[in-house]
């Protein structure tokens, strides 16, 4: 039996549906906190502060919302909703298979996710800073409006059936690191207005229309 775990942590230490506003939860007491193993409508989570959750299902248009927290730890978030990240800082996000996305945050993880090939696979970052993207598989990215942010050791390789896909969008991205991942779609680098992007030991296994485009590039651009 699956067990969802909130707790608050010690002080030392798109293509998914969309979510429907008309199941928004008013929140989850910081104090006694509790949560069902299996979300179907939308839980938001605000002013918290320090806090894990673990062992989540998500239904299909169901999903958790992080509001305005800081050093979150969120593990083993499963199923075809969304994860949403709004105004938070210090959030790290592991071993998941749910959509993904993040706004006006700062110093956010996203690793170990999309263990399963499933066509709406997603990671969506926006207007965040100090982003790392690392060690997923079968998913695509977009990026906007972002500052620092590394993606490293994905294997991107088809979500599901097909190639017909851009694997990583990017647009008025600032100083970009884009190494050790694995490429295999009809465009897997698409960028405009980017400034200092380091592209280095990536391995394209496929692209039918271009490997990497880029347009409007400034500051340092270091192919690899």
Not at 139 to 152: A, E, K, R, W
Request: charged share 15%; with cysteine; proline share 4%.
């Amino acid at each position: 039996m699956v067990t969802a775990v909130l707790s608050s942590l010690p002080h030392e230490t798109n293509a998914h549906p969309p979510l429907e506003s008309s199941s928004l939860n008013p929140g989850v007491n910081c104090r006694r906190p509790s949560l069902n193993s299996t979300l179907t409508g939308v839980v938001t989570i605000a002013n918290c502060n320090q806090i894990r959750i673990a062992n989540l299902i998500l239904e299909y248009g169901s999903g958790l919302r992080i509001v305005n927290e800081s050093n979150v730890i969120l593990q083993n978030i499963i199923g075809l909703g969304t994860v949403t990240i709004e105004e938070s800082e210090q959030v790290r996000i592991f071993n998941f298979t749910t959509g993904v996305s993040i706004t006006g945050s700062d110093s956010v993880l996203v690793s170990g996710g999309f263990s399963q090939r499933r066509p709406f696979n997603h990671i969506s970052v926006s207007s965040s800073s100090r982003i790392a993207i690392r060690d997923n598989l079968h998913t695509t990215i977009t990026l906007d409006n972002d500052s620092q942010v590394q993606i490293t050791n994905n294997n991107f390789s088809p979500r599901c059936c097909t190639t017909d896909f851009t694997t990583l969008r990017m647009v008025d991205v600032d100083h970009v690191a884009i190494m050790g991942n694995r490429f295999h779609s009809d465009l897997d680098i698409l960028g405009l207005n980017i400034s200092s992007v380091k592209i280095a030991n990536n391995r394209i296994d496929f692209s039918d229309l271009n490997a990497v485009s880029l347009n409007k590039v400034f500051g340092h651009f270091h192919p690899g």
